[in-house]
Structures are given as structure tokens and as C-alpha cells.
């Protein structure tokens, strides 16, 4: 890897945390944005994020940290960004330093909610990067399980297969593995399903469902991403790949996933408000199941479980009645 590769992460949660850590194995120097101040103190005295993956050690000295992201963004050609799609309008109005000629790689699994666009498309149309420049970090990867080394998997995506290679080269190492791919927007779509999946998954775990069911759910939920996808990019492409059907699996059945762990509330009876009250961290499909059960209205694809969580978390219905009405579609 060239040491002059310039690559800084915009995020301060878990998956930016993870992503400086792989970026860390292999770069002498990184940039990394994030809001807080106080984490950005903490990490250059105690080599930790204090508030996320806090298990992951750190190398200050490899680290340009700043607050500023105009600063980061500025010194910058390739930027990762890591930020929950909910807050991800807000952050980038910050900008005044043009995104035009730098490569965006996303590493958020989701849609920004005031757009309605998936990440790659947001960067592309309201701030005007080519699209080969734009490209998606994906694939059954939790923060927690990097910062333990355990091995992983990830899908880097690119219209540009040079600047695929180059991330690809950044990232990969002892316990990263990497695959590249020219499927941005259905590696992204999956991504952001997978979410509102393992929300699913959660609420049934919640609600005393048993694994039996919960693999009728996942063998169900591939089909529905498989459809949806279809619906908004068509092309070719193995949905049992990891960056699909991996991704879907890894979030519907691990302890780490931050959707399923919301899902089994909501199953258990918290409301939403106490559900994330009680999170220290983001579940994306919440946010992401509004702007996929409007996308799917107007592509007419036929979602039971995104239709079944939508009416759960935004149409104020039951649980136990919108689940088991579910079952019966289920086969
Ligand atoms: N955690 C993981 O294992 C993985 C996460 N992702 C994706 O990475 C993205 C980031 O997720 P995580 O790092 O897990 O989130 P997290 O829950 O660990 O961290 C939340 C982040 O949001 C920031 N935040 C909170 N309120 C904010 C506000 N009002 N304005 C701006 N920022 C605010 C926090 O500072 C923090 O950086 C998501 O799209 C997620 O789907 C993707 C793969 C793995
Ligand atoms: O996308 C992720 C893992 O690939 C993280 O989301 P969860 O924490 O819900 O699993």
C-alpha cells in the first residue's frame, strides 16, 4: 500500500471506529472527523473512542483528528463516510469545501431520510460526484467483531474498479478479507433491507417466535430483497453473495446487530420512543422502513415484512396482530 494513499473517515460511532482500525493496519497516517471534542482529547491520551467500540485500541500517533470537518474534508481525496443516514444531511451541511473531485465511499447502511435516495445517490445528485467516484462499503461485518480481529468479509463497490482496488488495498489485512463488485446500488439497496429484516427478526424473537419461524423469515426475507432490488436496478447479480444474503444473516442472528436488538423490544412491548431511549447506538432500519415502504409503493413490489414493520413502527399497530397476520404470508 502507497503510504501517500490520503484516506479520513467522517463518523465518530462504531463502524468509523472500525474503519480507522483496518485503515490503521496498513496507512501511516489517517484523518478522521468526528463532532466530539472530548472523544477526540480521550483518544489522543488513552488510544480509545470513549463512547464507541471502546475495545478497539488505537494509534493517536497515525491519527489527524479533527472536529472540523471542512479541515478533514479539505486535506482529503478519499473520504469513508460512517455516519448514520439520519444524521447524514445535517453533518454535510456543515460543507463549505466542494465534494466534487473527491472519491466518496459510503459506509452507511441506509436512506437519507430527507431525500428518500440511498447514500451513493444522495452524493451524486445533490452534491454533484461523478458517479465513478462514488463507491459502497458493505458485507457481514459488526464493528465488535473487528476490533476482536476476528475474520471478515467486505464488498467494496465501484463504478471505478481502480478506485475499488485502492480502498480495497486499504482495508484489507490479518483479519480482512475483501471482495470488489460493480453492483453499487444493489449492494447499497441490501444493505439498508437487511436492516428493516433484522428488525423483523427481533420483533419475532421478541414476541417468543422460535428459531423455526425465524428461518422462515430470513428464507423469505432474501426473496423480498431479491424482488425489491429487481424492482429498482435491474441487473445481474447472485443474491447469495455476502454482501447480500450474508449481510441479511449476520444481522438477523448476532447479539452485536443494533436492528434486531431494537426489533426485540418493540416484540417485548417497549414504544419506539423507550426502544431507542434504552440504544446507545443507531438502528438504521428504523429510519430506513419509511423510505423503503414508500419506494416500494411506487415500484409496486410486493414486501409482506416491510409492509409488517412499517405498520408496527410508524402506522401504530400491534405487534402480536401485524406478526401474526404476517406468518400467513410467510412460506
Ligand atoms: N456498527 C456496525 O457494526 C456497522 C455499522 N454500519 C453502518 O455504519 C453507520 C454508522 O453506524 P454506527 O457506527 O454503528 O453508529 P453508532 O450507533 O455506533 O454511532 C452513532 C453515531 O452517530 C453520531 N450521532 C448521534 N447523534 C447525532 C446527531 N444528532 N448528528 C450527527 N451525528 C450524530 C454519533 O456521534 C456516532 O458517531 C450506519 O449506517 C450503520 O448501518 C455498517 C456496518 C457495520
Ligand atoms: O450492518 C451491520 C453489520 O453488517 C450492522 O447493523 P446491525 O448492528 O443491525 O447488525
Same mark, same amino acid.
Given at each position: 500500500?502507497?503510504?501517500?494513499?490520503?484516506?479520513?473517515?467522517?463518523?465518530?460511532?462504531?463502524?468509523?471506529?472500525?474503519?480507522?482500525?483496518?485503515?490503521?493496519?496498513?496507512?501511516?497516517?489517517?484523518?478522521?472527523?468526528?463532532?466530539?471534542?472530548?472523544?477526540?482529547?480521550?483518544?489522543?491520551?488513552?488510544?480509545?473512542?470513549?463512547?464507541?467500540?471502546?475495545?478497539?485500541?488505537?494509534?493517536?500517533?497515525?491519527?489527524?483528528?479533527?472536529?472540523?470537518?471542512?479541515?478533514?474534508? *479539505?486535506?482529503?481525496? &478519499? @473520504?469513508?463516510? /460512517? %455516519?448514520?443516514?439520519?444524521?447524514? !444531511? +445535517?453533518?454535510?451541511?456543515?460543507?463549505? =469545501?466542494?465534494?466534487?473531485?473527491?472519491?466518496?465511499?459510503?459506509?452507511?447502511?441506509?436512506?437519507?431520510?430527507?431525500?428518500?435516495?440511498?447514500?451513493?445517490?444522495?452524493?451524486?445528485?445533490?452534491?454533484?460526484?461523478?458517479?465513478?467516484?462514488?463507491?459502497?462499503?458493505?458485507?457481514?461485518?459488526?464493528?465488535?467483531?473487528?476490533?476482536?480481529?476476528?475474520?471478515?468479509?467486505?464488498?467494496?463497490?465501484?463504478?471505478?474498479? *481502480?478506485?475499488?482496488? &485502492? @480502498?480495497?488495498? /486499504? %482495508?484489507?489485512?490479518?483479519?480482512? !478479507? +475483501?471482495?470488489?463488485?460493480?453492483?453499487? =446500488?444493489?449492494?447499497?439497496?441490501?444493505?439498508?433491507?437487511?436492516?428493516?429484516?433484522?428488525?423483523?427478526?427481533?420483533?419475532?424473537?421478541?414476541?417468543?417466535?422460535?428459531?423455526?419461524?425465524?428461518?422462515?423469515?430470513?428464507?423469505?426475507?432474501?426473496?423480498?430483497?431479491?424482488?425489491?432490488?429487481?424492482?429498482?436496478?435491474?441487473?445481474?447479480?447472485?443474491?447469495?453473495?455476502?454482501?447480500?444474503?450474508?449481510?441479511?444473516?449476520?444481522?438477523?442472528?448476532?447479539?452485536?446487530?443494533?436492528?434486531?436488538?431494537?426489533?426485540?423490544?418493540?416484540?417485548?412491548?417497549?414504544?419506539?420512543?423507550?426502544?431507542?431511549?434504552?440504544?446507545?447506538?443507531?438502528?438504521?432500519?428504523?429510519?430506513?422502513?419509511?423510505?423503503?415502504?414508500?419506494?416500494?409503493?411506487?415500484?409496486?413490489?410486493?414486501?409482506?415484512?416491510?409492509?409488517?414493520?412499517?405498520?408496527?413502527?410508524?402506522?401504530?399497530?400491534?405487534?402480536?396482530?401485524?406478526?401474526?397476520?404476517?406468518?400467513?404470508?410467510?412460506?
Amino acid at each position: 500500500m502507497s503510504n501517500s494513499t490520503k484516506i479520513a473517515v467522517i463518523g465518530g460511532g462504531s463502524w468509523a471506529t472500525a474503519i480507522v482500525k483496518m485503515l490503521s493496519e496498513n496507512l501511516e497516517s489517517v484523518g478522521w472527523y468526528m463532532r466530539s471534542v472530548y472523544a477526540i482529547e480521550h483518544i489522543k491520551r488513552n488510544k480509545h473512542n470513549p463512547n464507541y467500540l471502546s475495545s478497539a485500541e488505537l494509534n493517536p500517533k497515525q491519527l489527524i483528528l479533527s472536529s472540523d470537518i471542512n479541515e478533514i474534508v *479539505a486535506a482529503y481525496d &478519499i @473520504l469513508i463516510f /460512517a %455516519i448514520p443516514s439520519a444524521f447524514l !444531511k +445535517t453533518e454535510l451541511e456543515k460543507l463549505t =469545501v466542494s465534494l466534487e473531485n473527491k472519491t466518496i465511499f459510503s459506509a452507511i447502511k441506509g436512506i437519507v431520510p430527507e431525500t428518500g435516495l440511498i447514500v451513493g445517490e444522495h452524493f451524486q445528485q445533490v452534491y454533484n460526484v461523478p458517479l465513478e467516484n462514488i463507491g459502497v462499503i458493505s458485507g457481514p461485518c459488526h464493528a465488535e467483531e473487528v476490533a476482536m480481529e476476528r475474520l471478515s468479509y467486505l464488498t467494496i463497490a465501484c463504478q471505478d474498479p *481502480a478506485k475499488a482496488k &485502492i @480502498l480495497s488495498k /486499504a %482495508i484489507a489485512g490479518r483479519y480482512i !478479507k +475483501t471482495k470488489i463488485s460493480d453492483d453499487i =446500488v444493489g449492494t447499497e439497496y441490501a444493505a439498508m433491507l437487511k436492516n428493516i429484516y433484522a428488525i423483523a427478526a427481533g420483533i419475532a424473537h421478541g414476541l417468543g417466535y422460535g428459531d423455526n419461524f425465524q428461518a422462515v423469515l430470513m428464507s423469505n426475507a432474501i426473496r423480498e430483497m431479491k424482488r425489491y432490488i429487481k424492482k429498482v436496478h435491474r441487473m445481474k447479480r447472485n443474491i447469495n453473495n455476502s454482501a447480500y444474503l450474508g449481510d441479511l444473516l449476520v444481522t438477523g442472528y448476532s447479539t452485536f446487530s443494533r436492528n434486531r436488538m431494537f426489533g426485540n423490544m418493540i416484540g417485548k412491548g417497549y414504544t419506539v420512543k423507550s426502544a431507542m431511549m434504552e440504544m446507545s447506538m443507531v438502528a438504521e432500519g428504523y429510519y430506513a422502513v419509511k423510505s423503503a415502504y414508500e419506494i416500494k409503493q411506487k415500484t409496486g413490489t410486493r414486501t409482506p415484512i416491510i409492509d409488517a414493520v412499517y405498520a408496527v413502527l410508524y402506522g401504530g399497530k400491534e405487534a402480536k396482530d401485524q406478526f401474526e397476520k404476517l406468518t400467513n404470508k410467510m412460506n
